[in-house]
């Protein structure tokens, strides 16, 4: 079955801090892939997708992501967070095209310290 | 306003109730989504919807029922309610011919069952 895995479920950083959250997945075929943020009270909102194309992809806030077909994995990374950052990230994969069936990992939950 | 609405967004129940979670769009999507987020299993579909009349189970489908019978409707109802169906439940819509996988999510309902 696929499934995703976040390895880490609680960063705290400092503001400015560098941030990178890991993503695999285990799915042989071809795949969609997303990072969601939801905020505290809110619900999730798309930070960006990878379809096809250029590995690294850009989204928004500042975000990025590259997609690492080999090592099956989609990291999130923002050069410099801020205290508005602070929010819970999940990872998603759509092993299924044109369905929108997308499989969530656990979550991290990144706290930003001011 | 376009979107995706939920209601109730609060609801306290007891066991053994029948609840209903509503869930409308606008956008006239034509795959529809329920979603129970739990802490630290992320979010777990419970059911999707391809089209008008058509539903499929997803990983947590037992104990929930969901219909269609228009396409911007797709009612969640739990029909006995237990307290491991506590949890907030997030319905989800998307449009396969713009951008296969993703999601436009509601605001959330959280639900407990005493």
């Known amino acids: 079955a696929q499934s995703v895995s976040q390895h880490n479920h609680h960063v705290i950083l400092s503001e400015a801090a560098s941030l990178e959250l890991g993503c695999n997945y285990s799915y042989g075929g071809t795949v969609n892939l997303f990072w969601y943020v939801q905020y505290p009270g809110q619900h999730l909102q798309l930070l960006l997708k990878y379809f096809s194309g250029d590995p690294l992809v850009k989204g928004i806030k500042g975000f990025e992501a590259e997609f690492i077909k080999s090592k099956f994995s989609f990291n999130l990374r923002k050069p410099s967070v801020q205290w508005s950052d602070t929010a819970e990230y999940f990872c998603?994969?759509?092993?299924?095209?044109?369905?929108?069936?997308?499989?969530f990992g656990q979550g991290t939950t990144l706290q930003v310290k001011p | 306003d376009a979107g995706i609405t939920q209601s109730p967004r609060y609801k306290i129940t007891e066991t053994g109730r029948q609840v209903t979670l509503m869930c409308h769009q606008t956008w006239s999507h034509s795959y529809m989504f329920w979603y129970r987020q739990d802490l630290g299993h992320g979010l777990r579909l419970i059911y999707y919807s391809a089209a008008a009349d058509i539903t499929d189970k997803g990983e947590v489908s037992d104990g929930y029922v969901v219909s269609r019978s228009k396409t911007e409707n797709f009612p969640l109802t739990l029909e006995s309610a237990t307290r491991s169906q506590t949890s907030v439940y997030f319905c989800a819509s998307s449009d396969p011919g713009q951008g296969a996988g993703e999601l436009f999510f509601g605001e959330g309902s959280r639900l407990t069952v005493l």
């Open positions: 998603a994969v759509n092993a299924w095209s044109n369905t929108g069936k997308l499989i």
